[in-house]
């Protein structure tokens, strides 16, 4: 298809198994709103809203780092999103894919909007921590959160490629991803860049940005986006970053996690990283005030309180260690399952 357009269904889409072009899909979006599931009313709106004859889709944020707001986003960049997925991804009209994810967030959007672009294949599920389980087909691309790929580890044989986006891959995670014959990939993105922007291979250090994407990065070394496709101004994160060249770059944290501790600043991101595999529950570093160090390290971890064995801190460094632990008998999340660290800690 050359040059599509939002208009546009590409005559190769598939909707669990029915070829269907942009009336069709209209038809089914009424009938989701009107008689189907609770996950498939959200599709049937997306739909409706996708084909008006409006240029722009209104989205929530996640909400992670702050108070979700309402964006809008232009459609004609979310196809271009589309495109350069299919061309960093090698999507070829016609690849069998998985929609397991909830169309209230972008990354769910956005599986509808590859697919009816590229022209793949798409099998739609209920979005479910157990995606791959009641089902037999194989698939050439599929898009999970982490709980999602985690509890598909034995079924992932059934995928050629897939991404991982929503919330941080964790080393434990990593580490079986990586043993698997499928490609896996950890994605890069928000909301604002319309999903992902950059990729890696697990087990890789450095993201690589799709096409048509430059990055560079500001005073405090937070990575700014230059998505000319996607966006029509600069895009700046607060993702401290260090660039490998001007396509690659390594993610270290977020700037506004950052903790001054007695002068020193420390990043809980990379602290969360040596201690990777020590901890079962899930956890992350935070600080609290302290009246000497102005903030002090604090540990905290998701569940019932036990007894931390303290060799588990040998490897990081004196101002690295925690001076608390705090336990939390559940942490805060977003949606797509992503720690919510201010309102987990309070």
Known sequence: MNNPTYENVHNLFKLNGFHLNREDLCRVAYSFIKEGEDFE??????LLDWFDPKSYIEMHTSGSTGIPKIIRVDKQAMVNSALATGDFF?????????????VKYVAGKMMLVRAMILGLDLEFVAPSSHPLSNNDYDYDFVAMVPIQA????????????LIVGGAKINAS???QLAKLPTQVFETYGMTETISHIAAKRVGEKAFTVLPNVTISYDDQNCLVIHAPRISDEVIETNDIVELVNENQFIFFGRIDNVINSGGIKLIPEQIEEKLARK?????FISSVEDKI???KV???????PYEVDNSIFDNLDKYEK????????????????KIIRGASLE
């Open 41 to 46: 009313k959200p599709v049937g709106d997306f």
């Open 293 to 295: 160090l102005g903030d």
């Open 173 to 175: 995670l990593a580490s």
């Open 298 to 304: 604090i540990l905290v971890i998701e569940g019932k």
């Open 279 to 283: 901890i079962e529950q899930r956890y």
């Open 150 to 161: 985690q509890n598909s580890l034995n079924e992932l044989k059934k995928v050629k490629k």
């Open 90 to 102: 090698e999507l070829a009209a016609g690849n069998k894919a998985l929609h397991c994810l909830p």
């Open 322 to 337: 925690p001076k608390d632990i705090i336990f939390v008998p559940k942490f805060k999340e977003t949606g797509t399952g």
